[in-house]
């Protein structure tokens, strides 16, 4: 079935620097990817719809210069954290769904990339 | 606008019992999609069903079986005999329809299962 591969699982940075994170379909293309961000032991909460081609949409509270994403190709988002702190620590994770299966696809998740921020 | 509540934080109980996982949620949309994941300790999202809004059957799944109730909005999850490896957080979520439409998450109901 339908996989999405999101490099890396976790990552420790230093404050200020800049972290990437991909997202990838390994065999479908997705045109629309979401990106979701989950603070310890609370719920995943939608940052950004990432969409092939052109710019993301982000939710309410969510600052786009901060939280860059790039959809370049079908298969591939990325979310690079800017200039990082230690509130920006948590576990991202993204999403995205196969067309061909339908409306009905599910979402298919990646497995998350836990990020700390010292 | 869309809203997923489970009104239980955690839960815990003891091998072999049964536990059911409430999920209330609210919309506008006539077509909408049900889903619950569990998300294990290593913090991976883990597919359990999905339940589309205008089929109200209930479903098995070997220990596992869900309850829809369009009347009460409630999509509530039971897991029978409990074991220790369904020690998890499970998330109930909803979403407008397409699959290239987002999940609007509940809180989560952290489950302990003790031997």
């Known amino acids: 079935g339908a996989v999405v591969s999101q490099h890396p699982s976790w990552v420790i940075c230093k404050s200020g620097t800049s972290v990437k994170i991909e997202c990838r379909s390994l065999?479908?293309?997705?045109?629309?990817m979401f990106w979701y961000r989950q603070f310890p032991k609370q719920s995943l909460m939608l940052m950004a719809t990432?969409?092939?081609?052109?710019?993301?949409?982000?939710e309410q509270g969510v600052e786009k210069d901060k939280f860059l994403i790039n959809h370049a190709s079908l298969t591939l988002s990325t979310l690079t954290v800017t200039s990082a702190h230690p509130e920006d620590s948590s576990f991202y994770i993204c999403?995205?769904?196969?067309?061909?299966?339908?409306?009905?696809?599910?979402?298919?998740f990646g497995n998350g990339t836990r990020l700390t921020v010292t | 606008a869309q809203k997923v509540t489970q009104a239980q934080t955690e839960i815990s109980v003891v091998e072999k019992e049964d536990v059911t996982l409430d999920c209330v949620y609210e919309?506008?949309?006539?077509?909408?999609?049900l889903f619950w994941y569990k998300q294990p300790p290593s913090g991976e999202l883990v597919f359990l069903i999905r339940?589309?809004?205008?089929?109200?059957q209930n479903e098995i799944s070997g220990r596992y079986s869900w309850n829809f109730q369009k009347s009460t909005s409630s999509f509530n999850f039971t897991i029978t005999a409990s074991q220790v490896v369904d020690s998890a957080v499970y998330f109930c979520?909803?979403?407008?329809?397409?699959?290239?439409?987002?999940?609007?998450f509940g809180k989560g109901t952290r489950l302990s299962v003790i031997a």
């Open positions: 065999d479908f293309q997705a045109t629309t």
């Open positions: 919309t506008r949309d006539t077509t909408y999609y």
């Open positions: 999403s995205a769904s196969n067309p061909t299966e339908g409306d009905n696809s599910p979402l298919h």
């Open positions: 979520a909803l979403s407008r329809g397409s699959g290239n439409t987002p999940l609007v």
């Open positions: 339940r589309n809004s205008f089929d109200e």
């Open positions: 990432s969409n092939e081609g052109s710019k993301a949409t982000y």
